[in-house]
């Protein structure tokens, strides 16, 4: 590992879930630990990069080296990852598993039992990585796709539609890999190319695709 590979550069990470509210107690969320972006976040720091962290609700201590702001629904790691990218950086990850959706409205109080069933309406969150790769400071984007099945299919349709320069996929169809696990597989894609990153703990995965991530950048 070159612990020079990303000297003098800004990489901004994004982990874990966000956490929509439906009431005051409520919310919807996923399984994402922030595990996979916080190795990348340590990782990208052992290369010499000056690192920013957004994380969304996890239980894991920040990494040393890294600055890490906190946030909780997409709607502010969207606020928060916009504001970076205006500021200026080098290279985006985009590890979170971020809602697709949200509530509708979230209600002021806590709802209360009463009929049988209750509807609950969904809207649309803006696309993180979509629009950083979008940005008129768009930096080296990268982005995860995390399916449970055509896996490649998928991500490739993903690194054209959000017009990534790579895309690292993860089949997240068992335990043993992807959400929550210590673990993680990938294949990266980038156009023109594909590695795939063998069944490797995720601070060995994450060294693996800051590398290539880097030689990419610098291509
Ligand atoms: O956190 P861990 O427990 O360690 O698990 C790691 C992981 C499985 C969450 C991670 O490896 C992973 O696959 N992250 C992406 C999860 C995901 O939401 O994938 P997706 O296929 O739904 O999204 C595709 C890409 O768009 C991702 O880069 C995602 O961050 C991004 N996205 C999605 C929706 C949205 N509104 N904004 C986004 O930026």
Request: hydrophobic letters at 45%; aromatic letters at 6%; proline letters at 5%.
């Amino acid at each position: 590992f070159d612990y020079q590979l990303l000297t003098g550069k800004h990489v901004v990470i994004t982990a874990g879930p966000t956490r929509e509210a439906i009431d005051p107690v409520r919310y919807i969320t996923n399984k994402s630990s922030g595990k996979m972006g916080f190795a990348l976040a340590e990782a990208a720091a052992e290369a010499g990069a000056r690192v920013t962290l957004i994380a969304g609700p996890v239980n894991l201590p920040t990494p040393s080296r890294v600055d890490r702001v906190d946030v909780s629904r997409a709607v502010d790691m969207f606020d928060a990852c916009m504001k970076t990218v205006d500021e200026g950086c080098d290279v985006f990850i985009a590890t979170a598993a971020v809602a697709d959706y949200r509530p509708t409205v979230t209600a002021d109080h806590k709802i209360k039992k009463s009929t049988e069933e209750i509807h609950l309406t969904l809207v649309k969150n803006p696309d993180i990585v979509a629009s950083v790769a979008e940005h008129d400071k768009r930096p080296f984007t990268v982005g995860f796709a995390a399916e449970t099945r055509d896996v490649v299919a998928y991500a490739q349709a993903k690194l054209v539609n959000k017009k990534l320069d790579m895309i690292a996929t993860n089949d997240v169809s068992g335990s043993n890999v992807g959400f929550n696990s210590d673990n993680n597989a990938l294949t990266v894609i980038w156009p023109g190319g594909h590695k795939v990153l063998p069944l490797a703990s995720k601070a060995q995965i994450a060294k693996q695709l800051i590398e290539l991530i880097a030689i990419r950048y610098k291509d």
